[in-house]
């Protein structure tokens, strides 16, 4: 404050000697005109005032739009201010008047006072919030912060902080740029600058906003708050208003009368959130929005449903009939986490809006990435790319919106192009503001704990009563329209109670969030049980490699790397062989040109993590110029699209689901840099891709690839931990199946997702075709592999994928052991990258003819026909599974008891692994290739289990 006040003492004499030396040209106005340069005239005393403290604001704000000499001058004025006290200025040769040293200490104390009155200004901006009264309960010691900034003007004394005083209160001063309180006008007393601060700033309303470094931004805050009468509100707004509440209000009475000891988690004490997200909405429909999807948590989502969304009032009371029938499979959830969507009339607007409320499990601001996911494809399938179109709104608990990290993690996307939904309107509820009437739910007793705080709560007037009377005092409404108001919507709730008893079952699916016209039945089953074969014709396959292998852009420049890479990718292609990128570029390409969105997202999924991928090519010689052959493959083919993400695994892998969710003819997939990885998205694979259908009846397809391997390089980087996967999987392991015609396909229809673990790119290849091939959807978990990725032997020829092949679940044995079954001695069973290692081993101990190696490729649902057949085709062979993972780790668990139930416990199925461990790999790389050979040598130990029970 110091520096800042010692520049207009500075300022007052020179700038008395510039303009009383010469006319200075300059722009007319404080406000930055365009037009020319004029001449200011001068006062007898030689200086004109008014315009030196002109110039300077308009320097401030912008230098360019001064003249030049005024420019140099304030720039070495405020060089000289920074540098300390003012030192006394030599005698000037030309003794100056009386009248002129007058006019200079005037223009000083003129400059003071409207810095003074500027800094007062953008005080109220910063800190004004801290002395609002935020707080209805009058406890504010207990939960707000006392602080009072000593820069306020709380009372007349302190307008000694900027050196003013009483008698400047009725001063008329010019307002600054940066501020809207004058409306039309450009002074005003301070006295009323005061006064329309405090309404502004201080009221009931706190608003913190001066850290946002966009300057635009915060001219609007300022513009939609300070703006003189920009809070009133017309009649027919007030009537609105006080209608909205009586909903929002009688609402939760209703549910308080019929069901006193039920937990509903109701609004009371924030009944105005309904009125609030209405008018969000009803702005946004005046401003061309069609789609608007919601993500809340529990508290007042009922009240939401019914009064937002516009839920049919019997089917939410009817959730709380204990005696009622689910007509759907799955667990069902909560009548406070289900969600709803609705298309309807908005009745401000008379225009169509689609509203969708997110379903979300207890956890917290979890639905907060989801809800922007599905925003973005919404977005994207309509060509919004601006959102003008389709919007979100988040709803959060202060404590939530503060403490969980994935608010954050989901903020961190707002700004990426391929995740950024052009905005969200975010509603924080503050519990210490918008107090909870009730506690945390209905039979919670707050007393226990914050018994002062409920004693004031208690004797709080409900806000309903508090508006009614305010209105009814100033004639907007009569007391008579009011009750009537009221008799009116009691009478609606008691109607639909009425009809709620008729309803003897509930339909989870009529709480869809996401409804997918036209790919179900009307009874939202599947219209067919059977999947086409995944296998495409030889020519597409040649036509993808062949892109894939190229560069469509003129005078593009790649990479020397990687012109080797793709000089491979043609020999190929040539050779009718693929790798496990090229067999990913074609499973992506042929379902691009069959219309399929596909879009892959993840940490460095451009490149691939194992820089395998290179769906994004790079110019060497121009900065940012980029090529994505995929996007070249057909003229009429989807759009694909590969983002790498933020630094996010929680964030990101709730983003891709929220975007599976909208279509299901999108192939969606998330990418983790390592298996593992995943662990800090578990809510989300917990609570939405796990459980989604069981508890939502909504279907969702996303794809998880996660790089899962033993290869010595230590206990982070190694596991994706399959055994989470497989032991959430919901297929029963005691449960002998019954072998039909669809088995294969109804299997997968009542699992929960699907776990493989290919062995060959070509399985990868068709089991991505597969997913959009079903006639439904299931979450796919896919462990995907990294030595493999250039192992030489893992190729797979064109015959293994072209027309009329399919995704085989289980790979059998197809060398000598096969030829002659009966002379086997063991049969080997496993998954993944470990299968190599074994025919390794086979080969140099020579035992082809003694022992089989079976693979299975789909683990989950286990492929109990298929396993059968391998069993009884060796039926004296001795069964054994080997993993590389430890053994309380991987799928021994998860495959031992189905195939004891497939046996009848008649044979053994012994384990060949790692020993058990508390970590999922070493960190020391000869700890890792001893472990490897000692299971190798018990898996072709032929006389390892003998003497041995199971």
């Known amino acids: 404050m110091s520096q800042l006040r010692l520049l207009p003492f500075r300022l007052g004499p020179q700038a008395t000697k510039l303009l009383a030396t010469r006319d200075v040209p300059v722009f007319s106005g404080r406000r930055r005109s365009s037009g020319p340069p004029t001449t200011i005239p001068r006062s007898r005393s030689g200086v004109n005032s008014s ?179 920009v809070m009133r509100f017309s009649v027919e707004e007030k009537r609105t208003l006080l209608a909205r509440l009586v909903r929002s209000m009688r609402f939760e009475d209703f549910l308080a009368r019929k069901w006193s000891s039920e937990k509903r988690f109701g609004l009371e004490g924030c009944e105005v959130m309904i009125p609030a997200l209405k008018t969000i909405i009803d702005k946004s429909s005046e401003m061309g929005i069609e789609n608007v999807i919601l993500g809340m948590p529990h508290r007042g989502r009922l009240n939401v449903l019914a009064n937002v969304i516009r839920k049919d009032l019997e089917q939410i009371f009817c959730q709380f009939d204990p005696k009622l029938e689910a007509a759907d499979e799955g667990s069902g959830d909560v009548k406070y986490h289900l969600g709803m969507y609705h298309e309807r009339i908005n009745r401000v607007t008379n225009r169509n809006i689609t509203l969708s409320l997110v379903a979300n499990p207890s956890h917290l601001e979890a639905v907060d990435p989801v809800v922007q996911g599905k925003t973005k494809a919404e977005q994207f399938y309509r060509g919004d790319a601006q959102g003008r179109k389709v919007m979100s709104i988040l709803v959060h608990g202060d404590a939530a919106f503060a403490g969980q990290g994935v608010v954050y993690e989901t903020f961190h996307l707002s700004d990426l192009p391929s995740y950024t939904t052009n905005g969200t309107v975010h509603v924080v509820v503050n519990n210490q503001v918008c107090y909870r009437r009730r506690g945390h739910n209905e ?94 014709p030889e020519d597409m396959l040649t036509h993808i490699g062949s892109v894939a292998s190229s560069v469509p852009l003129e005078d593009f420049k790649i990479h020397t790397g990687l012109s080797r890479i793709l000089r491979g990718r043609a020999d190929m292609t040539k050779k009718r062989t693929v790798d496990w990128a090229l067999a990913e570029y074609m499973a992506f390409g042929s379902l691009l040109k069959e219309g399929i969105h596909v879009r892959l997202s993840g940490q460095d999924v451009e490149r691939g993590t194992f820089s395998h991928r290179h769906h994004v090519l790079h110019d060497q010689e121009v900065d940012r110029r980029t090529c994505v052959p995929m996007n070249h493959l057909w003229p009429d083919q989807a759009p694909y699209t590969v983002c790498n993400s933020s630094l996010s695994e929680y964030g990101v892998l709730g983003f891709e689901l929220g975007y599976a969710m909208a279509s299901p003819n999108a192939l969606v997939l998330w990418e983790a840099q390592f298996g593992d990885f995943h662990n800090t998205a578990q809510c989300i694979i917990d609570q939405f891709i796990s459980t989604g259908q069981a508890k939502w009846v909504r279907h969702n397809g996303i794809v998880l690839l996660l790089p899962h391997g033993m290869e010595g390089m230590g206990p982070e980087h190694s596991s994706a931990r399959p055994e989470r996967f497989l032991q959430m999987s919901n297929d029963d392991s005691d449960a002998y199946p019954v072998f039909s015609e669809d088995f294969e396909v109804s299997q997968l229809y009542d699992c929960n997702w699907i776990v493989v673990n290919c062995s060959t790119p070509a399985s990868y290849f068709h089991v991505l075709r597969r997913q959009i091939l079903l006639p439904f959807r299931k979450p796919l978990i896919v462990f995907t592999p990294k030595s493999l990725l250039r192992h030489p032997n893992a190729k797979s020829s064109f015959d293994q994928m072209v027309s009329g092949t399919s995704f085989q679940r289980l790979i059998p044995e197809d060398g000598p052991a096969a030829q002659s079954p009966e002379q086997v001695q063991r049969l080997i069973f496993c998954t993944g990258k470990v299968y190599y290692d074994l025919v390794k081993e086979r080969s140099s101990q020579g035992l082809e003819e003694q022992v089989a190696i079976t693979r299975l490729e789909q683990i989950s649902p286990f492929p109990f026909d298929l396993i059968m057949r391998e069993a009884e085709k060796y039926s004296g062979a001795e069964l054994v599974w080997c993993q590389e993972e430890h053994k309380n780790m991987g799928y021994y668990d998860y495959i031992s008891p189905r195939f004891m139930t497939l046996l009848g416990h008649s044979r053994p199925i012994w384990y060949v692994g790692r020993d058990p461990a508390a970590a999922p790999a070493t960190g020391n790389k000869n700890a890792h290739l001893v472990s490897l050979r000692k299971f190798l040598d018990t898996a072709f130990n032929l006389k390892a289990f003998e003497g041995k029970t199971f």
């Open 51 to 229: 315009y030196v403290e002109e110039m300077y604001f308009a320097w401030l704000e912008n230098p360019q739009s001064v003249h030049k000499s005024w420019d140099s001058f304030f720039q070495r004025a405020s060089k000289e201010a920074s540098m300390g006290p003012a030192q006394p200025q030599p005698p000037a040769v030309i003794p100056e008047s009386r009248a002129s040293v007058s006019s200079c200490t005037k223009t000083s104390k003129l400059v003071e006072d409207h810095l003074a009155v500027q800094s007062l200004i953008r005080a109220y901006q910063i800190r004004g919030h801290h002395v609002a009264q935020l707080d209805p309960l009058g406890i504010l010691d207990a939960d707000l912060d006392s602080f009072v900034p000593s820069d306020l003007i709380t009372t007349i004394d302190k307008l000694a902080f900027y050196d003013l005083q009483e008698a400047d209160l009725d001063k008329e001063f010019r307002l600054p740029t940066t501020t809207f309180i004058g409306g039309p006008e450009n002074t005003l007393s301070l006295r009323e600058i005061i006064r329309r601060l405090e309404s502004t700033y201080c009221q009931h309303i706190g608003l913190e906003f001066m850290f946002i470094n966009d300057v635009e931004q915060c001219q609007w805050i300022r513009q939609k708050f300070e703006t003189p009468g």
């Open 443 to 536: 039979m919670d007793e707050p007393m226990f704990t914050q018994p002062l705080m409920y004693k004031q709560i208690h004797k709080q007037v409900p806000v309903l009563k508090k508006y009614a009377d305010k209105l009814i005092a100033e004639g907007t409404v009569t007391l008579q329209e009011f009750e009537e108001e009221i008799a009116k919507y009691d009478r609606i709730c008691e109607e639909a109670y009425g009809r709620s008893k008729d309803k003897k079952i509930l339909h989870i699916k009529h709480w869809l969030d996401s409804p997918w016209p036209g790919f179900f039945n009307v009874d939202g089953e599947p219209k067919s049980m059977t999947c086409p074969t995944t296998g495409i």
